[in-house]
C-alpha cells in the first residue's frame, strides 16, 4: 500500500524471488535491498529470493536516490526490512496453505534471557508450486539473534541460514513487438533438469553505545552464498529444429564482507546528524558449461543438459569494493516534512576476470 512501490512474484532469480518497481522502474539491480541494517545481496544483486518476511518489526522504505547514507547503489531508493531485536517480540507458531501446492509453516520464539544476554530463534519452511509447468520451490530459513548487554552498551550477534531450491520458469517469448501464439502461456522450455539452488550463511555481528552527545553504532557482515544452476531458453521458435533453444550450468560461490561505523548526534528534536564510514567487499566466482538442446514448443520432451553435448566452458571471478565516507543532517521541522542535507565521498575498485573454451557454433 505504500504509493508509487509495487512488486511482482517471480522474475529472472526464480519463482522464490520478485521484482520491486520503485518510481515506475521495474529492475532487480535499481534499488537497494537492506536487512537489519546490512546490504542482502552485498555488493552484488539484491537476493530478494532468500528474504524471508517472518517475524518483522517493520518495512522502512526510502523513495528516490538515497547516495549518503547508502551509497550510489540506492538511485532509486532503499527498502529495509527489520526483525525483532533478540529477546523481542511475541512467540508465534503458525501454519499455512494455498493453491498450486503452497505449504508452509514458521515459529518464533524469544528464548528466556540469561542474566544481560537476551536471545531469540525464527524458523520456517515453505514449498509452493506454480501454474507453470515444472515450476515452485522449496525454502527452509533458521534466524537466530543475540545481544549481551555488556562494556556501557550492547553487542549484537546474529546468523541466517537459508536453503532454497527452486524450479525455474520460461520468459513467454516476443516475436518481432508481440508475444507469439505458437507457445502454450504456461509452457517450460527450461532442460528437463533445471534448478536455481542455494545456500547462504549469513553472520553479523555489532555494537552499539549511547553517548551523552548522542549514540555509537558498528556493524561487522560476513556472508557466504553458494549457487548450483541450469536453465535455458528457446532460440527458435521452431518445433521441428533441433537444437531449438541454448542451455547453460554454472557452480557460483559469492562472499561479502560489510562493515558501517557512524556516530549519530541529535541537537534537538528537529534536528539530527548522522556521521560515520563504511565499507563493502563482494568476490563472486563461477564455472559453467554451456549447450544446445531441444525442447518440444508446449514444453514437453525437454532434454536435460546431460543428454547433450558441451559446447563451452566458461570461467568468472570478480572482486567489488565500494566505501565511503558520508555525513547528513536532517531537519524535521514537522512532523510530515523532513529536509536532508549531507555529502559523501565514495571509493570503489573493481577486478573481474573471465574466459572460454571451446567453440560454439
Known sequence: ??????????????????????????????????????????????????????????????????????????FVGVIHVLHFAAGEGQRIASAYGGSHSFVGASVYLPLTSSGDYRQSLAANYDTKGSSADRTGF????????????????????????????????????????????????DANHNPRNAKLDENRFHLVTG???????????????LTRTDRDLTRGFLSAVDEAADPNAAGFSQEQSQTDIYFDTHFARRFSPQVNLIAGVDYLYGKGESEGENFDYHVHLDGSAAQASGDVPVQETTGLEDERGFGGLYAQVEWTPMPRLRVDLGGRFNFTDEKREGEVEGDRK
Open 207 to 221: 555494537y552499539d553505545r549511547a553517548m551523552a552527545e548522542g549514540a555509537w553504532t558498528t556493524t561487522l557482515a
Open 1 to 74: 500500500l505504500v504509493a508509487v512501490l509495487s512488486s511482482a512474484s517471480g522474475g529472472d532469480r526464480g519463482p522464490a524471488s520478485s521484482v520491486p518497481e520503485i518510481w515506475g522502474l521495474r529492475e532487480f539491480d535499481a534499488f537497494l535491498l537492506m536487512v537489519d541494517g546490512v546490504p542482502w545481496g552485498g555488493a552484488f544483486n539484491p537476493a530478494l529470493a532468500t528474504l524471508d518476511f517472518n517475524n518483522i518489526e517493520r518495512i522502512e522504505i526510502l523513495r528516490g536516490p538515497a547516495p549518503v547514507m547508502y551509497g550510489a547503489t540506492s
Open 138 to 185: 522449496d525454502r527452509g530459513h533458521l534466524l537466530y539473534r543475540g545481544a549481551l548487554a555488556a562494556a556501557g552498551g550492547n553487542f549484537r550477534f546474529d546468523f541466517d541460514a537459508t536453503f532454497l531450491q527452486q524450479e525455474p520458469a520460461s520468459p513467454h517469448v516476443r516475436q518481432g513487438r508481440t508475444l507469439t501464439t505458437a507457445t502454450p502461456l
